[in-house]
């Protein structure tokens, strides 16, 4: 027969067996729970809880190429309005770090030269088959294309620099207020307006490469007269590398437009000062 003591005694270290496992075991449980994250009885709300981050972060990757994608798209189209508005405005520092002037300057030469002067015919038959050839220019003709070209070349070059541009314009927005009665946009109408109408005046606007983008606008006041650019993709910022200026032949100058055009600015002056305004 057990003694009282030692059953008492049993009983005491059982006790304290089952208090010291009980006591492992939540130990255990509250490591596990500190590593995995979850416990057995919210695991449902765990796995919930981890596809919802999972989203979170699919969405964030979403919405941040969505945010880079836009931001390249627009990038040639806000640098194309700020080279205007520094023109505008007489911005040279900014002017001189957008536009690539020399290549600028190339093209410029070709187009107005075309522009103001009309190309000359070469003589060459117009086919094999046949053996008639195009009128040949007279002396006249081809002196006031040579002379001419020189000489716009020469105010290209002088003309056509960050400070020149900004002058330029300048001088042509007087002309446009005090002698064809046109205000000042800048002056006219709200920013949001501004650029609404010159969206409306633009041709062509699409990227040729990942790094070059083309856009094409009407001038304001010459119909049948078109600003054709292109931006190129240097290091993270947009660069005006090409400009021309051409006539649209679909655009059928009204009377006002063509005297406009022959009577103002500073490559027709120079044809008015210098060669008959006949071709």
Not at 236 to 251: F, I, S
Not at 253 to 270: H, I, P, R
Request: aromatic share 10%; charged share 20%; net charge positive.
């Amino acid at each position: 027969m057990v003694a009282p003591e030692t059953k008492f005694s049993t009983q005491i270290a059982v006790k304290t067996d089952i208090a010291r496992h009980e006591v492992e075991f939540q130990l255990l449980h509250a490591i596990w729970v500190h590593n995995c994250g979850v416990s057995a009885t919210d695991a449902g709300s765990s796995r919930l809880q981890e596809f919802y981050a999972f989203m979170r972060g699919k969405l964030l990757i979403f919405f941040l190429g969505l945010l880079i994608v836009s931001g390249y798209v627009a990038a040639p189209f806000v640098t194309a309005w700020s080279i205007r508005e520094a023109i505008r405005t007489g911005d040279a520092p900014y002017l001189e770090a957008k536009v690539d002037w020399p290549s600028v300057k190339q093209s410029l030469k070709a187009s107005m030269g075309d522009y103001a002067f009309g190309t000359i015919a070469t003589g060459a038959p117009q086919s094999l088959n046949t053996a008639t050839v195009e009128p040949q220019p007279g002396l006249w003709h081809r002196l006031k294309h040579s002379y001419g070209r020189r000489m716009l070349g020469s105010m290209i070059d002088n003309m056509v620099t960050p400070v020149g541009l900004a002058r330029l314009f300048s001088y042509r927005q007087g002309y446009n207020e005090k002698v064809r009665g046109i205000p000042d946009e800048r002056e006219a109408y709200p920013l949001m307006e501004r650029m609404q109408r010159s969206w409306q005046r633009v041709v062509r606007a699409e990227f040729l490469t990942p790094t070059r983008f083309a856009m094409e606008m009407r001038d304001r006041v010459i119909e049948n007269r078109i600003y054709a650019g292109v931006l190129e993709l240097r290091g993270l910022a947009w660069q005006l590398v090409h400009l021309e200026v051409k006539r649209d032949p679909t655009v059928v100058a009204s009377a006002a437009d063509t005297a406009a055009a022959t009577n103002s600015g500073v490559w027709s002056k120079l044809r008015e000062a210098a060669l008959p305004s006949g071709r």
